[in-house]
């Protein structure tokens, strides 16, 4: 079965870290750009950052530029987000996703994705 695993979780204090991984299983995630987007309660899903299939190229949101750091490592057919500086505006669970092909977005419609992770909550709380 092809899926994405996701895994790191968990609660913070304000100006923390916390790094996100995202395994996939079943398919080969080169051929994939990873998306992480992340959903907090009673707001609009958002796109936070897109890392194309090699890894040379991200595009990040605006609110989280300067202190999420996307990155994936193809050997290990993994993703991961680095979180520092944490806020609690930045409190909400987060998604990876993967879509098949070159274009690389942080603002690609969902309907590109092809994978999803199960979602992992990030709690940014004193």
């Known amino acids: 079965q092809s899926q994405l695993v996701e895994s790191g979780g968990g609660l913070v204090q304000p100006g923390g870290s916390l790094r996100l991984s995202c395994a996939a299983s079943?398919?080969?995630?080169?051929?994939?750009?990873i998306v992480w987007i992340r959903q907090a309660p009673g707001k609009v899903r958002e796109g936070v950052l897109c890392i194309s299939g090699s890894g040379d190229s991200t595009n990040y949101a605006d609110s989280v530029k300067g202190r999420f750091t996307g990155s994936r490592d193809n050997a290990k057919n993994t993703a991961y987000l680095q979180m520092n500086s944490l806020k609690p505006e930045d409190t909400a669970v987060y998604y990876c996703?993967?879509?098949?092909?070159?274009?690389?977005?942080?603002?690609?419609?969902?309907?590109?994705?092809?994978?999803w992770g199960q979602g992992a909550q990030v709690t940014v709380s004193s």
């Open positions: 996703a993967a879509s098949r092909g070159s274009y690389c977005s942080a603002e690609m419609p969902t309907y590109e994705f092809h994978y």
């Open positions: 079943g398919f080969i995630l080169d051929f994939y750009v």
